[in-house]
């Protein structure tokens, strides 16, 4: 069986905000069909992590390797280039409100074939396009809300549109920021079951941030945990004790006013 290449490695990297370190020190390989779970408190650094891999952050400090291609070494343009390869769900989904479902999906083409066309496919889709969209739409379960307005749709519904999208970019990885922070225990079993499956079945490489380490633990078979911009630990997620996990909450100041992690 032919060894998975990395999809991502990242060696000695930090990332500076002004005076603030968001990321510090951080060495990561997630290799081609990695499935890895980042958790953490707020402001850990997930975010910041998740946006180095889709090379929309570049690093103060390091080198960042994404699909073999060195952050650094890439133009503007081959960084938009990068991007068009990554799919990202956002926190905030980031929908446009007022489109219909195919419209919002077909924007995930933006980068793949530039401004122009892929807004002549969002007001005029090509049949074929219309074909493509309602298959990732039948994958996420959603295929009769194909011509929906995006606003009418409830809010696990919007989620899988998010997904849609991202896959529309016919991305080799994809990436996924707290995508269950506003929805209940249940559909976040759901959404994050679902971003799984889907990523196996399509042999994408999956990142995703969360809180809940159940959940986490549950479903993704690798957990990297963040704690003031440091990885604190980082193995399969059978292994990870639940202390270590409550470490990461921990708050600055307890336990004799030492930060362990700090």
Do not use: W
Not at 2 to 23: I, M, Q, W
Not at 185 to 210: I, K, N
């Amino acid at each position: 069986m032919e060894a998975t290449r990395p999809a991502f490695l990242l060696d000695s990297v930090g990332v500076d905000h002004g005076e603030l370190r968001a990321l510090d020190g951080v060495s990561l390989e997630i290799r081609e069909g990695d499935c890895v779970g980042f958790v953490g408190p707020s402001g850990s650094g997930k975010t910041t992590l998740l946006r180095l891999l889709n090379g929309s952050q570049r690093p103060t400090r390091g080198a960042v390797r994404v699909a073999g291609e060195q952050l650094g070494a890439l133009s503007d343009s081959g960084l938009r280039g990068l991007r068009a390869q990554i799919g990202f769900v956002h926190q905030d989904l980031a929908l446009v409100p007022n489109l219909r479902v195919a419209q919002n999906v077909m924007s995930g083409g933006l980068g793949r074939l530039g401004f122009g066309a892929a807004l002549r496919d969002m007001l005029l889709p090509p049949r074929e396009k219309l074909r493509e969209v309602h298959a990732l739409l039948e994958q996420l379960g959603i295929e009769e809300k194909l011509f929906e307005r995006t606003d009418r749709l409830s809010g696990g519904e919007q989620q899988r549109v998010a997904i849609a999208r991202a896959l529309f970019q016919r991305p080799v990885a994809l990436l996924a920021d707290e995508p269950v922070s506003s929805v209940d225990p249940a559909r976040a079993r759901e959404t994050v079951a679902l971003l799984v499956r889907v990523c196996a079945e399509r042999g994408l490489t999956l990142c995703v941030s969360l809180h809940n380490l159940s959940l986490a633990q549950s479903h993704l078979s690798r957990l990297v945990g963040l704690r003031r911009g440091r990885v604190v630990f980082d193995g399969p997620s059978r292994e990870i004790a639940a202390e270590q996990f409550e470490q990461l909450y921990e708050i600055e100041g307890a336990a004799g006013g030492r930060d362990e992690y700090g």
